[in-house]
């Protein structure tokens, strides 16, 4: 590079010829180099946002709620599930699929809308865990069968036969003492 030549170029701008200082000169001076800077970057921008469109349209285009028959990623993507659990509900028949081969299993999107027009919803039931009362108010199997004197057997079926709660708490299991005290009073 030198700065001792002068050249006629054109510029690259504005397209007017101009005497160059250095073999790398590109533009007729400051103005349309600040410019063509600026379309460059002007450019880019619509370059970039290009892109993301087709990206997008690419990504709706291609979404599964649109596509007529799904793999199973798709599927458990449409229903947020994952892929596992989903096999799991392919395997119990609720959502019919085709296996192509060993490794391509297709679901019709259909198949999946079918699932909801059809199922009607039943809340699962839960059991309250029973709350077990105070051990204030309990025997322990033990000081049953002290108290009462019987045997474990002869607590165990007067348990059950008078169908009494029992609660279990860690190792022991307790009766409450106003249930067996209520027994042993009638029996008496
Ligand atoms: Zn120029």
């Known amino acids: 590079m030198s700065s001792n030549i002068n050249i006629q170029r054109i510029c690259e701008h504005c397209g007017k010829p101009f005497r160059a200082k250095t073999t790398v000169t590109r533009f007729c001076g400051t103005i349309c180099n600040g410019r063509h800077a600026k379309q460059k970057i002007r450019d880019l921008k619509i370059k970039v946002s290009d892109k993301e469109v087709k990206e997008n349209i690419t990504s709706v285009i291609n979404h599964p709620v649109l596509m007529e028959f799904l793999t199973i990623k798709q599927a458990a993507q449409l229903l947020g599930l ?33 699932v ?15 709350k077990n009362p105070h051990p ?30 029992k609660f279990q708490d860690g190792w022991y299991t307790y009766v409450l003492k106003s249930d067996l005290h209520s027994i042993f009073n009638q029996n008496r």
């Open 82 to 114: 994952c892929t596992k659990t989903l096999y799991n509900i392919l395997q119990s028949g609720k959502i019919k699929a085709v296996r192509l081969s060993t490794r391509k299993t297709i679901i019709k999107r259909t198949e999946i809308d079918k």
């Open 136 to 165: 204030r108010y309990c025997y322990t199997m033990a000081q049953a069968q002290d108290q009462f004197n019987c045997s474990e057997k002869a607590l165990y079926d007067l348990i059950k036969r008078n169908n009494l709660s």
């Open 116 to 130: 909801f027009e059809q199922s009607e919803f039943e809340a699962p039931i839960r059991e309250k865990p029973k």
